[in-house]
């Protein structure tokens, strides 16, 4: 149901009391003004804190409880709808809220209601059965493409056809305001539209992201050569990127869903995501769950709204859900605000679930016991890959990747294979480590580092594989039981640094695993 149906059945119903969350407030009362001509010839009255109401009526400027007492005293029989901008500002007002509340009860048999307008969502506990909450969305792909094509009419667009839809579908995501903004400086730079303007774009949707405290907006560099191993996860990726193609939607493949990689620390999990996003040439957006909980009752299920509203728009995009293990642990068990976490992962999950757009969903989590089952149901990710500790094999890889980065040319010097053999239990981030240690040390001697250095610095280092050695070792045990797709091939899993021991006692049930 869209915008246009919700309102004109809030409105059919008698709700008195309307709520909506927009930054286009010039568009919303457009749409507004429109559907109220349909019901009943509505009158449409909109009022804001300097201007006062927009009629001529010489009250409420400045005075939010005079606007009120104003709308209680007007006549029952009158079909009116009165917008109120930037209204939640008053709601924590003791008086104002009561008032509201009266209003609610006094208007319901009445033909006039109240839309507050407002571009974050602010209704305290009191008022939560007494409003209805609607969701205006942005600027449809259809909407988007009448507006562009009307607004330059009158100015050279060079690019062809094809072109054309490739810009308007850049445009997805943002207002109709600041698709106006974005046109506007492509021609005061170079005098007409052309595709090198979707940097524009780009820029612009960056500062949407940042400005909803959401969603971040991160420029990713690495590609698939920065990872080290992981052959499996890396060639299931690349096959699974192909489906994003229009021929994949002809040949009837619906759009891939996501991932959820988990492992031990420093794995490289992470990095993968960002991989993904290049090597799919899609945009990065990173959630913080934490991000989405809001102090007031009902904002974090709005923040929730307008998170999936924004990476739907955003689409194709890759939605990066940082330890989503800790966003989300403790899900079902006490709940020490009023359950909203509770409700935000019921949210998100069922979204997962039925998602149709092409938004690629890059879950990671270190603990697996802390996610819901319900969680890693099956349709909620394409696939549940286990990270483990790099193989012998694969720590070659991986030296050898950091210390190009820093010596090029040099990194024949190393020996990489002592370095690769000493690491055993090592994860890629302590072998990135121990260089930089190594770098610190030979730095302070006035010198280049060596081999020498890497060494001494790899045995003076307690990998987390000894310290928190009972917990990975479960870990392990739990991918090993057939639960996830190792990110390896299976020959190197069951090299792993912990050790073909440790793999099979568990799979096999014969034991706890390396003490």
């Known amino acids: 149901m869209n915008f246009r149906e919700e309102f004109n059945l809030a409105i059919r119903a008698r709700c008195a009391v309307l709520y909506v969350t927009t930054r286009e407030e010039e568009r919303l009362l457009s749409v507004v003004r429109d559907c109220a001509a349909e019901l009943e010839n509505m009158r449409v ?93 942005l600027p449809t ?37 600041t698709v106006k903004t974005i046109l506007s400086k492509a021609l005061a730079r170079s005098g007409k539209i052309t595709l090198n303007d979707l940097q524009l774009v780009l820029e612009e949707k960056k500062q949407v992201i940042r400005k909803t405290q959401v969603l971040e ?3 990713a560099e690495e590609t698939m050569g920065s990872i080290g191993g992981m052959d499996v996860l890396k060639s299931w990726i690349v096959t699974r990127g192909m489906a994003f193609s229009e021929q994949a939607r002809q040949f009837g493949l619906p759009y891939p869903k996501g991932v959820l990689i988990v492992g031990i620390q420093g794995t490289g999990k992470s990095l993968c995501a960002k991989a993904i996003s290049q090597q799919w040439h899609m945009p990065l957006l990173r959630l913080d769950v934490g991000r989405l909980m809001g102090s007031y009752v009902g904002e974090s299920e709005a923040r929730t ?32 605000d009023s359950g ?136 392990i045990a739990w991918a090993g039981s057939g639960r996830a797709r190792m990110a390896s091939s299976q020959q190197e899993a069951n090299e792993s640094a912990v050790g073909d021991q440790l793999y099979y006692s568990y799979q096999n049930g014969t034991g706890d695993g390396i003490q």
């Open 340 to 475: 909203a976490q509770a409700r935000v992962f019921g949210s998100l999950i069922t979204w997962m679930q039925e998602k149709k757009s092409p938004v690629f969903i890059v879950a990671t989590a270190n603990n697996i016991e802390q996610l819901p089952p319900e969680f890693m149901r099956k349709g909620r990710f394409d696939e549940i890959f286990f990270v483990n500790l790099p193989t012998e094999k694969e720590r070659v890889e991986i030296f050898r990747l950091h210390i190009s980065r820093r010596r090029d040319i040099a990194v024949k010097n190393y020996d990489l294979a002592a370095l690769a053999k000493e690491t055993k239990g090592f994860s890629g981030a302590e072998i990135e480590q121990v260089i930089n240690d190594a770098m610190f040390q030979a730095f302070s001697q006035q010198r280049d580092f060596t081999t020498e250095d890497i060494l001494s610095a790899i045995h003076s280092t307690i990998p987390l594989s000894v310290t928190f050695r009972e917990t990975i070792n479960k870990l």
């Open 45 to 137: 009255v909109s009022w804001d804190f300097a201007s006062g109401f927009d009629v001529g009526v010489a009250v409420g400027k400045g005075n939010p409880i005079a606007v009120l007492d104003f709308i209680a005293k007007e006549p029952a029989d009158t079909p009116i709808l009165y917008v109120l901008k930037d209204f939640h500002r008053f709601l924590e007002d003791n008086m104002v809220c009561r008032m509201v509340k009266n209003l609610a009860a006094q208007l319901k048999p009445q033909q006039k209601s109240i839309l507050i307008v407002s571009p974050v969502y602010k209704v305290p506990e009191e008022l939560t059965s007494s409003v209805s909450v609607l969701e205006f969305q």
């Open 141 to 177: 792909l259809p909407e988007l493409r009448e507006y562009i094509t009307n607004i330059t009419q009158n100015v050279v667009v060079d690019m062809d056809k094809e072109g054309f839809e490739q810009f308007v579908r850049a445009f997805q995501g943002l207002t109709i305001s």
């Open 305 to 336: 709204r307008e998170m999936i509203q924004i990476a739907e728009a955003m689409a194709p995009c890759v939605l990066w859900i940082d330890e989503v293990d800790k966003g989300f642990a403790g899900i079902g068990g006490v709940q020490g």
């Open 217 to 219: 907006f991160f420029n």
